[in-house]
Every structure is written in C-alpha cells, then in structure tokens.
C-alpha cells in the first residue's frame, strides 16, 4: 500500500481502461475488494454497446436490449445498481422464423437451433431434410476432437438444411458471424462436452436438455419471465444499467473520466503508468476491458506475442434500424419478432416487435409500435456502406414481405456497431488460453471483456470479475506482505 504525506496507508491504486460494462463491472468489483479505483473511457459517455435512446419519445434500448437471466451475473449488477425492482420479462415467448417467404413459428426442443427431435421441424423444413436429420440416430459416432465448427459438424449428421434454416439464425445472430465458423466448444460448450460423450448428436441434445443447459425455444428474442426466467430486460432499457452503474461506483469513491483515452501502458517499478492526453495515472494493478485492437496498441512493447494474439481476433460490424408506428392501420404481427435466415438472401438478419416484446415500450407510447430490424454480419459489411436512408428502406421492403407491413414509420434510427461483435471461430478458447499465458509474466495486469470469455452481458461481467479478482489479489498480497497488518482503508 502507498502512504500520504501523513502517513496514512492507502489503499492500492487501480486503473479501468473501458468505459462499457466489462470495465464499470470490473471498477465496482476492485472498490469492493477494498481498492482506490480510477476508470478511463475514451468516448463522451458509459456503456459500450449497452445504449438507451428514444423514437418519437418512445424509450428504446439502441444496442443490447436484454440480459441472460439464468446467469447471475449481470442480474446481480442490475440490483447492486439499484435496478432490481425494475428487471423485467419480456410480454411475450413466442417468435418466428422468416424462410422461404412464410412467418414459421419458432420450433421448440433445440439446443441454438440443434433439435432433438425432427418432428418438431416440421413446417420450417421439406420431408427430405427432415428424414435427413432423422437420419443421425442411424450414423457412427463422428470423432469431434479438440474443437469444431458447429455448422459443419451439425451438417455433417443432420444436413445442411437445420443449419442454414435454424443454426445459421439463431447461433450465427447471437455472434453476427457464421456457423459454419463459429467453435463449438466456445459458443455452445455444454453441446460440445455432450457430443464427445454421446454417439449421436441427437442423444447429446437431449443430454444438453436433461441438463437444463438448453437455450429455450423462444430465442429470437424473448423470455418466459423472471423467477426461472431465461432472458431479462430493464424498464426503461439495458442501456440504462451502465450509468446505474456509474452512479453506485462513484457513491463507493471511484474516479469515473469519459474523453480519457489511454494512449501508453508503461511499467513503472512493480506497478505502472497509464498515460492520457490529460495526465499520467500511477497504478498497482490495470485491468484493461477494451476491444482487441485497443489492447494490443497498449500491450504491444510489454507483451508483443499477447499483442499479435490479440490482433487476431475479428470482429463483426451491425446496424440495428428502429422504426416507430401509428397503431392504427398495422397488420398483426406475431410474437416478439422474427429470426431470417441468411441463405434466403435478404437483408435484414432479424426483427423485434419491441412494442410488443417489453411492456415498459408498450406503455410508454401506446399510440406507437416500436419495432427493430439487424443489417450486416461477419463478411457482408458491404451493407453498412449503405446511408442511413437506404437501410430504412431496405428494412421497409423486407418486413413488408415478411409481414404484410406496409404503413410509414413516423419516426426511424439507425445506430450503427463498428466492430461490435468478436468472432468466436474454431480454436478460440487455445487461443485465449495463449494469450492469458503470455500475459502471465506481467503482475497486476488482466484483460476482460466480450472478446475472451463469451459475447453476453452476464458473460462480459463474469470476465470482469475474473480480471478484477486476480489483479486485487496479487496487489493485496504483495501489500500485506510489505506492510503486515495493515487495513484497506481508502
């Protein structure tokens, strides 16, 4: 611990380089650990891809709408913040798929779109595809290794149909990257360890489902209701938490500064220096919970081949359109909106009914529908060149065919993602492994964020703490044994 001029000892110093919810969970951690903390953010406000808004005075949420309930981590955040009265399950749990130009409802029994049980496909999927998911129960136990692409190994028993139709939509829309890509042991881990046990995947999914680890069937978007609920918003939006947030670490004695970015990490004895264009910030321990490219910039003299690890990870740029309604004269619309998948060709990757999905949108506009649609994944950035204009028109012309929608909005938003989304291909988790490994031999130095551990709210708070956790135990540690018996007054 470093003394005062009075010689009181003070409480270790710690530095947050993020301002979104991975670095505001990390500061609230490290305060209570008993820490002095200063949290840095580069841009004008909190949040990161957590962002509330408003369209024609309806409040919307503008990025991330909801928070996976069965975890506790970000639930916990929501009440530590004071939000806990204002959690709140979707209005509705059902949801569609938009193929072959028909609404189909949302098949029910899977595992992010691996079913358990073909005949609960049907409708989404012709006789011969359905006979070829059937088909898995009669095939050898495949060899899946140490990781595989969850497109091509649920292509390979089942056939490309399930994976284009259900896989793609779900799995590939929650990573706005490509399934037959995308690691299976990093995204659905519960599906890989089942499938390396079991001869078919079809007894996996069950095995997955017996478990409870199943992602429920109302995965488009909605939830079946706190108490056992899967999925959660917050009245008012999920872009409200981080400033909730915010607010609970600076009544605990953090330091919150937004227009700080951290241009140099430099060591700095057994501790470091965090360099902005504003000041220099003396610290014993830095948790940085910024995006890859950022990390790398500030790792790159320390840790070179932590750098070039990070450098490899890709990420995925989005545009979500929100359009506002007149109730009167609209087609009923189904549910809280629908998945497409993107073999069909269209633009839009999916839509949420919001007006329909959160009761808070519903009775706070209730002359309006709140509705919205998702441009762009991994690979087809090429949409997101298209001006503001033409994506509400694309996104018009697609929820038109979809659902007979023909009305103009009275009010629209685009909000776009540069990057928003890190791609969890195959060897992911090795990856992250090496990079923790070369991270190793810098003490009181940890990453965190959506890029490492899991996309999610709740996993991205779980990184926090895992960071945070590590860093204020080798600095408490090296404290004590400097200044035996002291406290962790700050």
């Not at 098949?107 to 006789?127: F, S």
């Not at 060899?143 to 692409?149: F, H, K, L, V």
């Not at 264009?277 to 790398?296: F, I, N, S, T, Y």
């Not at 004269?329 to 909106?337: H, I």
Request: charged share 15%.
């Amino acid at each position: 611990m470093n003394a005062d001029t009075t010689g009181t000892q003070r409480a270790p110093h710690a530095v947050v380089v993020g301002g979104g919810i991975t670095g505001l969970a990390a500061a609230h951690r490290l305060l209570a650990a008993g820490l002095r903390v200063t949290l840095l953010e580069s841009g004008g406000r909190f949040g990161g891809k957590l962002l509330a808004g408003e369209i024609a005075g309806a409040p919307v949420d503008l990025g991330a709408e909801s928070l996976l309930a069965r975890r506790p981590e970000a639930v916990a955040l929501a009440e530590a913040a004071g939000l806990g009265d204002r959690l709140q399950a979707p209005a509705t749990t059902t949801a569609s798929v938009w193929s072959r130009g028909g609404l189909v409802p949302m098949p029910k029994g899977h595992v992010m779109g691996v079913p358990g049980d073909p005949a609960a496909l049907a409708g989404l999927l012709p006789e011969e595809a359905l006979r070829r998911v059937a088909g898995d129960l009669d095939l050898p136990p495949t060899e899946i290794g140490d990781d595989t692409a969850i497109g091509a190994y649920v292509a390979a028993r089942m056939g490309h149909e399930v994976v284009d139709r259900l896989v793609e939509p779900l799995l590939g829309g929650v990573y706005a990257g490509d399934a037959y890509r995308i690691s299976m042991k990093a995204a659905v881990p519960a599906l890989f360890e089942a499938a390396r046990r079991h001869p078919t995947l079809t007894a996996a999914v069950h095995a997955v489902q017996a478990a409870g680890a199943a992602v429920p069937d109302d995965a488009a978007g909605a939830a079946t209701g706190l108490g056992g609920s899967v999925f959660a918003g917050i009245s008012g939006g999920v872009g409200t938490l981080p400033g909730a947030v915010a607010d609970t670490v600076r009544a605990a004695g953090g330091t919150l500064l937004t227009g700080a970015p951290a241009t140099a990490l430099l060591r700095e004895g057994a501790g470091w220096r965090v360099v902005t264009p504003e000041r220099v910030l003396d610290a014993d321990a830095v948790v940085l919970a910024v995006p890859a490219p950022a990390a790398a910039g500030l790792l790159g003299g320390h840790a070179p081949r932590a750098a070039a690890l990070l450098d490899t990870i890709e990420y995925a740029s989005m545009a979500l359109v929100t359009l506002a309604f007149r109730r009167a004269g609209l087609p009923a619309l189904p549910g809280s909106g629908f998945l497409v998948p993107p073999v069909d060709g269209h633009t839009i990757k999916a839509s949420t009914f919001s007006s329909q999905k959160w009761r808070w949108v519903g009775e706070a506009a209730p002359d309006l529908f709140v509705l919205r649609t998702s441009v762009g994944r991994h690979g087809e950035e090429a949409h997101l060149h298209r001006d503001d204009e033409d994506l509400v028109a694309a996104s018009l012309k697609d929820l038109g065919a979809a659902t007979g929608l023909a009305a103009r909005p009275v009010a629209t938003t685009v909000t776009r993602w540069n990057g928003g989304l890190p791609q969890y291909p195959v060897g992911h988790l090795d990856r992250v492994a090496r990079l923790r490994a070369a991270l190793a031999g810098l003490p009181g130095l940890a990453l965190a964020g959506a890029a490492y551990d899991g996309v999610g709210i709740p996993a991205c708070v779980a990184s926090a703490h895992r960071a945070a956790d590590a860093v204020a135990g080798e600095i408490l540690a090296t404290s004590k044994s400097t200044h035996p018996g002291a406290g962790h007054s700050s």
